[in-house]
């Protein structure tokens, strides 16, 4: 079966890229056997009036571009999303399961939202039948944060159902345990490597803020 990634985007405003991640879901995207067919979903919390701004967010960071499905604030009859908050992720994250029964799917997300408990729910769902592995990425790597214990303790609960559940601190991790299970070719770790490195010494947009302001102000 072809695994396929949902990818879940946090608030546009405040989300910071996991480092490496553009060749991350690039690896994933072409597949252990770099054929590239594997198709890349966004579903985000955010109302659609940010998809600009998400579209925008994709592109500055060289993110492999997907369909994006964003959150309705609507509370219409006729309104496609109904679903208050993060929940609204599940419930998108079942519409692409039931209309894509052939394909396994590769869940990402964030320690700094719900997506644990969302991706938690979704794996005793559906099993390991339809879900190829979960990776969480952990917003404060450096620290063991309460976020940490809560990821933690949803990963122990999915432990019966097979499905492989992962608390990781930055692309390598994730690419190392992908390619481990058949998810990515191993050659591509080391790009990913080096793309982290090349992240991690890329100044912030308020770092960049910063510097040009003193700059201009000389």
């Known amino acids: 079966k ?10 546009a405003r405040t989300r910071k890229p996991l480092l490496g991640v553009a060749k991350l879901y690039a690896a994933l995207q072409a597949g252990v056997d770099n054929a590239g067919r594997n198709p890349i979903f966004y579903v985000s919390s ?15 960071n060289a993110i492999p571009p997907g369909p994006m499905f964003l959150r309705d604030l609507g509370t219409d009859t006729g309104k496609f999303l109904k679903t208050p908050g993060h929940a609204h992720k599940l419930e998108r994250a079942r519409t692409l399961f039931d209309r894509m029964p052939h394909l396994r799917w590769v869940l990402l997300g ?11 729910a979704a794996a005793q769902e559906f099993g390991e039948e339809r879900i190829a592995a979960i990776y969480i990425r952990d917003v404060d790597p450096d620290l063991d944060s309460p976020l940490d214990q809560g990821v933690d303790a949803w990963i122990g609960k999915v432990a019966g159902t097979k499905v492989p559940m992962l608390r990781a601190k930055d692309s390598v991790a994730i690419a190392e345990h992908a390619a481990s299970i058949g998810l990515i070719d191993p050659g591509m770790i080391p790009e990913i490597v080096a793309e982290v490195h090349k992240d991690a010494a890329r100044p912030t947009v308020t770092e960049a803020a910063a510097k040009e302001a003193v700059q201009g102000a000389k």
């Open 2 to 11: 072809t695994a396929a990634q949902l990818v879940f985007l946090g608030n």
């Open 110 to 120: 964030d320690s700094g939202q719900q997506d644990a408990e969302l991706y938690a």
């Open 46 to 60: 955010s109302p659609w009036n940010l998809y600009d701004l998400l579209e925008d967010f994709l592109a500055l």
